[in-house]
């Protein structure tokens, strides 16, 4: 570490500390790392230069993660929507999911994450999306349809209009609204201050919604 | 005609006349104007020249004190900007300075790496083992420090040394064995007669050339750990309960398990699979629940089982009570006989008894569980509520077997004092007459017959216990766990059923029963340290070697847990249990200090009444009369009774907000819901409206697009405001971390680092 820390200036460096959430020597660190993922001649200016989502991939932290690709594309400024990630994308990242953040930044973005299509709620889709990322990506693992409707109608109740209608009938079945205190106007979906209201409450949330390099 | 021209003459000439008399009034006129003009023009010189008069005779002071004035105020406000300025510059210094302490402080956390690792192959929960591991590691060096610092090392230095006083010598009978490894491992010999042990200390009310009080210290000391660790203890429990967003809301199940099941932490395919099909149950079990809560099983059978499964545990728990106390009762007949001529079973049997009972006891109730059916949530909180009776009752029912020592001994030193009269009567014997004030006769300490020592004995035992534990807890990770896994490993080739996924296979790391043990043997620390104060040390040591070894362990011979339950939800247990503890192992202490007289021979407190009797002899002595007065009167039960009366009722009224908090939060919740479902009637009034103006096929997007677009608004509502508002109404807008001061919230309270503007929020929140 005492070699990558003459490559980034010092400004740049108490700037970096200032801005984020985390200590000195977890941006050295980070520097290190995000130029191991950079070719051998770009290694100098690794503090401008772009990193491919592919290359990011292949970190270990993110490797394993069923989200991988929705954190690349939420934390990725890139302008030509490749999902590319620079240095300061990447601190930013670091910054979020490190231990000193506030639990309201982390639920924000734990929300964009979720919202895979971007829209800025998470509706039926995106619920549905989750819980095959969550179950994993082989077939018996996946989640049937029919658990996968009653999962998420105990997340929000039954839908009124909006993409297919549950033809199962499970409604019938459903416990009283365990889960509906997620949706508290009852709009069918879950908007931002919902989804921080039900996360706040978790006691799992800050320590699971963490990575360390 | 000459009339006529003498009148044209005469009118000519009057017309000249009064052209003559016109211009020579405008003559005057103008003359007069040029005059008055000239006089305006002297009078204006004239008060021009006044005034410069003025000027110069006034002008100068005027134009000092304006400029003084000026000055003043120019330079107050200089000043004023100035020490802004420096105000700022140096907060900004101090905030570097903290800056840099912090990334000090966090470097200097041991350990860190390898708890990381391990987080990232197990996952939270695992590791939290670990953190709370690291966390009383912290707490027994500041326990050690004060046993070390205050009562170890000033007794060294300061105090008489070894062989100067009867209770600092090895007595003459026990000098051959004194330094043998066997006796020194069983804390005897020259290990019992040293500064880890209470016996040793002398009752000198002050030592040394500092005048260092003693017994004083080691009194407080004592009391001061105690004190310490409460403190510590609450305090955690406090930001816990307030990470916990106060309270134990069980109604979002299903959300928490969809948005927060996931552990970013887990690095590992391997985990990660493991991960996955451990969500997937959940999410099964959790459908499977929700429909079966319905059905009606054979209660009847249930609860005869469930009864019959209590039945056995209290049968075991019982049992080794029974087993405790007679292996104790044992090792006092054979200390009465003599410890020679038993071997070493016999020596160590009552610690050994106590490990082995502690490891099989909490298979045994595993076994047990399996009959009563239970939800695993359920049945894990039986499992630790079993556990923890078992080691409570073992360990109390040792301290009663402890008290009937303490007792004997007491009897034993009433003889052993009669004995002394004679013994030294016999030293006179025959050389000096009896009743005369002879210099007493030079003996060798080691020949003083001594009394028994209980309070040594009591710290002896403790220090046994605790040794024994961690000896067995290492033979079991060694055993259990790496024997089993290098077994489970190379023979599994040879062998007629999959070892790795059938019987043995490789052992899972139990997070509960490991912290139970680790909480145990804080409680026993806490108990034994005022009578041995090694007993802090030897925990550091045991701690720390207790780390890498299980770092290792768990590196190499566990894998992650099938089902994971997540230790954060029972980080609160565990504090409370600490807590608990904590309050029980103090009484026993407490009891012997206020109710049981000091040995007359060894220790700091030897010759007195009671131990506590050292605070009342510091106050008379040390402290200025007036204030022994007010002690006095504070401990009067007239004043301590009002005020148990008065916190008894604030506990009352605390309850009581706290009730009403949550209802007013409830009622919230509730205008929250009629407000959206206004909403929704009203765009939906609205579109109809729209609807049948412009008659064109409606879409079904718009209604949900308009409240969506009222969320939206709210939710961006906060980027809106001005900085006062939201500073002032507390909201933690969520803006952009990346620039200084977001564009819309100058004071937003997610920017870690800027500094003046965090000042300037303190201050605006405590003035608003």
Known sequence: MGGSASLIPRDLLSEYQELTFLSKQEILLAYKRFSELLPKEERENACSARVPKSQILTLPELRANPFQ????????????????????????????????????????????IFDFDNDGILDRKDLEQLVNCLTGQGEESQLSSAEMEQLIQNVRPAGQGMGTAPGTGLSAHLPPQILEESDIDKDGTINLSEFQHVVSRSPDFASSFKIVL | ??????????????????????????????????????????????????RKRKRKKIGKKERVTLAQGINVHLGTEMMVWFLFFLFCDSFQKWMKFQRDFENFKTACIPWEMKIKEIESHFGSSVASYFIFLRWMYGINMILFGLTFGLVMVPEALMGKPYGSLPRKTVPRAEEATAMNFATLWDFSGFAQYSVLFYGYYNNQRTIGWLKFRMPLSYFLVGVGSIGYSFMIVTRTMAKNANDDGGGDDTSFNFSWKMFTSWDYLIGNPETADNKFASITTSFKEAIVEEQESRKEENIHLTRFLRVLANFLALCTLAGSGYLIFFVVRRSQQFAL??????????????????????????????VISSLENYHPRIALRWQLGRIFALFLGNLYTFIIALMDEINLKLEEEKIVKYNMTIWEASLYNGTIPENSTAPPIQVDPADVPRGPCWETMVGQEFVRLTVSDMMTTYITILIGDFLRAVFVRFFNYCWCWDLEYGFPSYSEFDISGNVLGLIFNQGMIWMGSFYAPCLPAINVFRLHTSMYLQCWAVMCCNVPQERVFKASRSNNFYMAMLLFILFLSTLPAVYTIVSIPPSFDCGPFS???????????????????????VFGYASNPGLILPFILLMVLSIYYLNATSKSYKEANLELKKKLQ????????????????????????????????????????????????????????????????????????FLCSNHPHNAESQVLAYFLRWLV
């Open chain 1, 69 to 112: 690709h929705q954190i690349c594309h939420v934390f990725s400024t890139s302008e030509s929507g490749d999902d590319s990630m620079s240095f300061e994308d990447f601190l930013d990242m670091l910054s979020v999911f490190s231990d000193s953040a506030t639990s309201d930044i982390k639920s924000h973005y734990a929300f964009r």
């Open chain 2, 1 to 50: 005609e000459r009339e006529r021209e003498n009148e044209e003459e005469k009118d000519v000439k009057e017309k000249k006349r009064k052209k003559k008399k016109k211009e020579k009034e405008k003559e005057k006129e103008k003359k007069k104007k040029k005059k008055k003009k000239k006089k305006k023009k002297e009078k204006e010189k004239e008060k021009e020249r006044k």
């Open chain 2, 337 to 366: 006989e003599g410890l020679e001529n038993y071997g070493w079973w016999e020596r160590n049997e009552v610690n050994t008894v106590m490990s082995l009972l502690g490891m099989f006891c909490p298979t045994l109730f595993d």
């Open chain 2, 607 to 629: 010759g007195k009444t009671r131990m506590f009797e050292v605070i009342s002899e510091t106050l008379e002595h040390d402290f200025p009369s007036w204030f022994g007065k």
């Open chain 2, 674 to 745: 009629s407000q959206a479902e206004e909403n929704k009637r009203r765009n939906k009034q609205k579109a109809q409206k729209s609807n049948e103006q412009e008659e064109n096929p409606f879409e079904t997007e718009p209604p949900p697009a308009k409240p969506k677009g009222d969320k939206q608004d709210e939710s961006t509502a906060n980027k809106g405001k001005n900085w006062f508002e939201c500073l002032v109404m507390g909201n933690s807008c969520v803006c952009d971390p990346r620039l200084p001061h977001c564009l819309d919230c």
